[in-house]
């Protein structure tokens, strides 16, 4: 058996509850190179989760896998029909039925949850994974999609923005306070600096021309190299001072927008909340940070290249979350990453609670 599918095979024998449903779980089709013990496992694995969850009595793969074979039905064959009668033989009020195989690199599980009484899909849910460490996870999170568990929800630590806010105060705020550069040319208000794209400088950055340690002026980029970039200079304050090559010149604070969060193989959370935890953070302040969009981002990931480009004329940075379980616990996954081209300038996780 490979490596992807080393998962406890067991079921939890758990007290009923009142409003407990009975499910009968159907073995799995296999294909695309796997055998019908990896999808034993897989199903029974799947089971156990429902079984934690609550809403479902299981009646196990095994125990229906016994009573297909008392009554010659094969996996291959079966139809819906089949497996109606035989949940309702077994007195089920539904019955989840699915196949798992490849698709390229990628092994998916795709599964139904149907009702008995009506034949009417209720779910249809598809998971998959090319990284055998996930298996786990995504089940947990699939049962309980199933389920439709709110005991599943992820409550969020209160103190969570806090720490995350640190941790991006050290990975990303504090450096780009400490970031300093030089005016390498100035032709007609064109301003050159030796700052680029390799110090977090982006087409939108203000960057701030500094004398004395005060702030004299700022340069608008609209041109962006690795190390390099131009821009257009306006003079601030009363007293006059132009740009002069060698003058320095330091990043204004990073622009950062935060994106709804999203969740791997776990239900309930509420990205949009735990966004506003991380923005209400932020607006408190921090050296070489502040805040770029007062509200959410919405399918950041999903967002069109040309959204992303007019993004960034204010943003410097998205900051993205993934809620995810890693040896039992759910931490929080957060990458600062660029509108422009995606690339990752920060990345750690955060206990979720």
């Not at 009142?18 to 013990?37: N, S």
């Not at 074979?69 to 949940?87: N, P, R, Y």
């Not at 969740?263 to 935890?277: I, N, P, T, V």
């Amino acid at each position: 058996m490979t490596r992807m599918w080393m998962i406890t095979s067991f079921v939890f024998a758990l007290p009923a509850q009142a409003d407990q449903e009975t499910l009968a779980l159907m073995p799995l089709k296999v294909g695309g190179g796997l055998t019908q013990a990896d999808g034993d496992v897989i199903a029974d694995t799947l089971g156990t989760m429902l079984s934690q969850k609550g809403k479902f009595k299981v009646l196990d793969r095994s125990h229906m896998a016994q009573m297909m074979e008392e009554k010659q039905l094969q996996m291959v064959t079966a139809s819906d029909d089949d497996f109606i009668d035989l949940a309702a033989y077994a007195h089920a009020a539904y019955f989840l039925v699915g196949s798992v195989g490849r698709l390229g690199s990628k092994r998916i599980l795709n599964v139904r949850l149907v009702d008995v009484n009506t034949a009417a899909s209720v779910h249809a849910e598809r998971v998959s994974w090319s990284n055998p460490d996930l298996v786990e996870e995504l089940l947990d999170g699939l049962a309980a999609k199933l389920s439709g568990d709110a005991k599943a929800a992820v409550e969020l630590d209160p103190k969570f923005g806090v720490r995350l806010f640190h941790k991006l105060n050290r990975h990303a705020c504090a450096p780009r306070n400490s970031v300093r550069g030089r005016i390498t040319a100035n032709v007609a208000g064109e301003v050159s600096v030796s700052l680029g794209r390799g110090h977090g400088v982006s087409d939108g950055s203000v960057l701030q021309v500094m004398k004395g340690g005060d702030v004299v002026g700022e340069i608008a980029v609209y041109e962006v190299k690795g190390s390099s970039s131009k821009g257009s200079y306006t003079h601030l304050g009363d007293t006059l001072a132009g740009a002069k090559k060698g003058q320095p010149v330091r990043p204004g604070p990073l622009r950062i927008s935060v994106a709804e969060f999203t969740s791997r193989g776990a239900s309930g959370l509420d990205g949009r909340k735990a966004a506003k935890q991380v923005i209400a953070q932020l607006k408190s302040g921090a050296a070489g940070c502040t805040i770029a969009k007062k509200q959410p981002v919405k399918k950041f990931a999903s967002m069109s290249s040309g959204r992303k480009k007019r993004m960034a004329k204010k943003t410097d940075a998205v900051l993205t979350g993934t809620i995810l379980t890693r040896r039992g616990e759910q931490v929080i996954e957060v990458q600062l990453v660029s509108p422009v081209d995606g690339g990752i300038m920060a990345q750690f996780s955060v206990p979720a609670r």
